[in-house]
């Protein structure tokens, strides 16, 4: 693994250049190779404990995105015209809470931990959970899954900005209509996951119709 050495201007330039696109080309396709790498920086992310409590879809069947529509009122537009939309999922509490068969199944399988490692791991994550972060209602273990699938979240818009590849982060959705929707249509068992975001990919349509806004970079970061 080589370390990274990306000029400090060609990644603000990313920044600069990355905006919520509100209308893509709906003639442009993002390459194969392209989505990959965008989704595999979601795969990368860094997550609590390293569990990856998050799942993504990447809806490129039509009817399926048609019947988004109805449930996500910032997305229509996005719907029609983006190369690829992706739903952001997150883990519930029947995947997550302490004592999951996910979570087990984490530390055993995917990072074949030995025994006396898994048992104080699990230990040490149930007192995270139940003393340190007072996770102890479903909602709140849902929320704290969205927050770390907000950071892969960032992790593909910004990614995919540094390749030239538009995004829009949406959470205009009605979120228990959507998840009753993903439940009946999209396979997704919703006492496992919820819906925490959608985002689209492709290529603007036309310049943003704004320039970036931001607050003072002074007012955002004090030191110390
Ligand atoms: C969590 C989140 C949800 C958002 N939801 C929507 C949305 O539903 N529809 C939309 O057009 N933009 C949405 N946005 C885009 C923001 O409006 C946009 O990022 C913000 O105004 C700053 O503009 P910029 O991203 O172009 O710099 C969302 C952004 C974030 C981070």
Known sequence: MNTPNIARETILNAFQFRHATK???????ISNEDI???LKTANLSPSSFGFEPWHFIVVQNKELRELL??????????????????????????????????????MKDVKQLPADVIEIYSKFYREFQERDFDLDTDKKLFDWSSKQTYI????????AALVGIDSCPIEGFHQEKAE???????????????????VAF???????EFAKSRRN???VVSWK
């Open 36 to 38: 990959d790498f965008i």
């Open 202 to 208: 492709g290529y603007r349509k036309a310049a943003p």
């Open 152 to 159: 892969a979240l960032g992790n593909m818009m910004t990614s």
């Open 217 to 219: 970079f002074e007012d």
């Open 69 to 106: 529509k109805p449930v996500a009122w910032g997305a229509p537009l996005k719907l029609d015209t983006a190369s690829h939309f992706v739903l952001g999922l997150s883990m519930k509490a029947p995947m997550v809470k302490h004592d999951a068969d996910y979570i087990m199944h984490m």
């Open 23 to 29: 209308e893509f080309d709906a003639t442009k396709t």
């Open 180 to 198: 009753a929707l993903l439940q009946e249509k999209f396979g997704v068992d919703t006492t496992k996951y919820g819906l925490s975001f959608m």
